[in-house]
């Protein structure tokens, strides 16, 4: 057998780059199995596709059909970057990650702070390096935005300023993803594709336009692709995500441990389960009432754990359709 890199998947279909060459590859329907006997086992929630960029796997070329091959195993992911659906369902976009860089505008979409908190949240929580990079700098003020993305800076999270258009940050950005497996996300029309285009030249992504009615961007990636850097590494490009459910917490974890900002005040909670809400000797809640901590990332922290009133994306529903299992099983190789 081979061991190679997937750097594609879609629709039952994987691209595996190998030493000796690349394959067009199928599952095997042993390892599907095995997988739906774990997750009897487990009452866990399904996967959308059990393989994607950026997994290392076994393989086994085609007798028959050179270039075409099955892959046997799915080697162990050492990092995974992906969300709980709003149905339910588990999606890993990117495996085998080094960097999260996450990519925002500062106009054109409108900047959001608390998408940044929940994406920076999901990076702790899977053990990921997350890089926050505002893009579209030509559209602002800098100072203005500096001193708005100044509390992230602080709590020690590297902030990088891009414009494509302006050629500034292009250097920075591609200085910290050299022998790097990397993904960009991020919402649609923040320029994640601009962005890649600017710091190789030759990539030739697609780019779209911002919707002026609803200021959201239109989609123009579809599946995840790892793309080989001329300086070294891989960078994925990833499909936009509006919503973001997390994926690595469960429904019962806290999750004030992935905010770096509360942690200092945790063990001085006067209940060790504290749920930093109403609770009475609440360290944290004193920290947000004398300034310590930002009341706009403790709104956050609400927010994401589903103490707050709001949008809540992690779908506690764990129904599953067995019509849903049997499409997805269809054309994986046995």
Same mark, same amino acid.
């Given at each position: $057998?081979?061991?190679?890199?997937?750097? %594609?998947?879609?629709?039952?279909?994987?691209?595996?780059?190998?030493?000796?060459?690349?394959?067009?590859?199928?599952?095997?329907?042993?390892?599907?199995?095995?997988?739906? @006997?774990?997750?009897?086992?487990?009452?866990?929630?399904?996967?959308?596709?059990?393989?994607?960029?950026?997994?290392?796997?076994?393989?086994?070329?085609?007798? %028959?059909?050179?270039? @075409?091959?099955?892959?046997?195993?799915?080697?162990? @992911?050492?990092?995974?970057?992906?969300?709980?659906?709003?149905?339910?369902?588990?999606?890993?976009? &990117?495996?085998?990650?080094?960097?999260?860089?996450? &990519?925002?505008?500062?106009?054109?979409?409108?900047? =959001?702070?608390? $998408?940044?908190?929940? #994406?920076?949240?999901?990076?702790?929580?899977?053990?990921?390096?997350?890089?926050?990079?505002?893009?579209?700098?030509?559209?602002? +003020?800098?100072?203005?935005?500096?001193?708005? $993305?100044?509390?992230?800076?602080?709590?020690?999270?590297? &902030?990088?300023?891009?414009?494509?258009?302006?050629?500034?940050?292009?250097?920075? &950005?591609?200085?910290? $993803?050299?022998?790097?497996?990397?993904?960009?996300?991020?919402?649609?029309?923040?320029?994640?594709?601009?962005?890649?285009?600017?710091?190789?030249?030759?990539?030739?992504?697609?780019?779209?336009?911002?919707?002026?009615?609803?200021? !959201?961007?239109?989609?123009?990636?579809?599946?995840?692709?790892?793309?080989?850097? +001329?300086?070294?590494?891989?960078?994925?490009?990833?499909?936009?995500?509006?919503?973001?459910?997390?994926?690595?917490?469960?429904?019962?974890?806290?999750?004030?441990?992935?905010?770096?900002?509360?942690?200092?005040?945790?063990?001085?909670?006067?209940?060790?389960?504290?749920?930093? %809400?109403?609770?009475?000797?609440? +360290?944290?809640? +004193?920290?947000? !009432?004398?300034?310590?901590?930002?009341?706009?990332?403790?709104?956050?922290?609400?927010?994401?754990?589903?103490? =707050?009133?709001?949008? #809540?994306?992690?779908?506690?529903? =764990? !129904?599953?359709?067995?019509? =849903?299992?049997?499409?997805? @099983?269809?054309?994986?190789?046995?």
């Amino acid at each position: $057998m081979l061991e190679g890199i997937v750097i %594609s998947a879609q629709g039952g279909s994987y691209a595996v780059q190998a030493e000796q060459g690349d394959f067009q590859c199928a599952l095997r329907h042993h390892v599907v199995e095995a997988e739906e @006997r774990r997750r009897s086992e487990t009452n866990d929630m399904p996967y959308v596709d059990l393989v994607a960029a950026g997994d290392r796997v076994q393989m086994e070329p085609s007798d %028959s059909d050179q270039g @075409r091959g099955y892959i046997e195993e799915i080697l162990e @992911r050492k990092t995974r970057f992906g969300r709980t659906r709003m149905d339910g369902w588990r999606q890993v976009i &990117v495996g085998n990650l080094d960097l999260l860089l996450i &990519v925002f505008a500062a106009r054109q979409p409108q900047l =959001k702070l608390r $998408m940044i908190d929940r #994406f920076l949240v999901t990076a702790e929580a899977s053990g990921l390096i997350p890089v926050i990079i505002i893009n579209k700098m030509d559209l602002v +003020a800098f100072d203005d935005l500096k001193s708005q $993305m100044a509390l992230y800076e602080d709590l020690g999270y590297k &902030v990088i300023y891009t414009s494509t258009l302006a050629d500034t940050g292009i250097d920075d &950005v591609r200085q910290i $993803m050299g022998d790097q497996i990397s993904a960009f996300v991020g919402s649609s029309g923040v320029g994640k594709s601009s962005l890649l285009n600017a710091i190789q030249p030759g990539l030739s992504l697609r780019v779209g336009e911002v919707d002026e009615r609803r200021h !959201k961007g239109q989609h123009t990636t579809t599946t995840v692709t790892l793309l080989p850097l +001329a300086f070294g590494g891989y960078v994925a490009d990833t499909p936009g995500v509006r919503t973001l459910g997390l994926l690595d917490i469960d429904e019962e974890q806290a999750i004030d441990v992935f905010f770096p900002d509360l942690r200092p005040y945790l063990p001085s909670c006067q209940y060790r389960s504290c749920r930093h %809400s109403q609770e009475p000797g609440c +360290a944290v809640q +004193a920290a947000v !009432k004398s300034g310590q901590i930002d009341s706009g990332r403790y709104d956050s922290y609400l927010r994401l754990s589903g103490l =707050k009133e709001g949008r #809540f994306e992690r779908n506690i529903d =764990k !129904k599953s359709s067995k019509t =849903k299992n049997r499409e997805r @099983r269809r054309g994986y190789a046995r």
